[in-house]
Nanobody, 124 residues
């Protein structure tokens, strides 16, 4: 029903910045809260940041607070993740997801649609 595609990943040096993009098809995009998750090799997928359907509320994991910023543009059905001061431990496949709930959700089980993932590699 909703096709989610993320992009913008790549290789960056520690301390650098990267901006991820996510587009979602469907006329109901503005009704979905959105989130970013990541999964490093050999580890479980973890929550990174989320934003409410209106964009008025956001939340993020403690590990990225002050460094990552989530935002959205409902007119263009686009989700963003601005990543600054990147660290090697940020290396992971980053996933964009959509939830039918209007609030910013931190639980993976609350998300219905997922993108294919985009690789972010931070070198030391």
């Amino acid at each position: 029903q909703v096709h989610v595609v993320e992009s913008g990943g790549g290789l960056v040096q520690a301390g650098g910045s990267l901006r991820l993009f996510c587009t979602a098809s469907g006329r109901t995009f503005s009704q979905y809260s959105m989130g970013w998750f990541r999964q490093a090799p050999g580890k479980e997928r973890e929550f990174v940041a989320a934003i409410s359907s209106t964009g008025s509320s956001t939340g993020s994991a403690d590990s990225v607070k002050g460094r990552f910023t989530i935002s959205r543009g409902n007119v263009k059905n686009t989700l963003y993740l601005q990543m600054n001061s990147l660290k090697p431990e940020d290396t992971a496949v980053y996933y964009c997801a959509a939830s039918p709930r209007p609030s910013a959700m931190t639980l993976q089980t609350e998300y219905t649609y997922w993108g294919q993932g985009t690789q972010v590699t931070v070198s030391s």
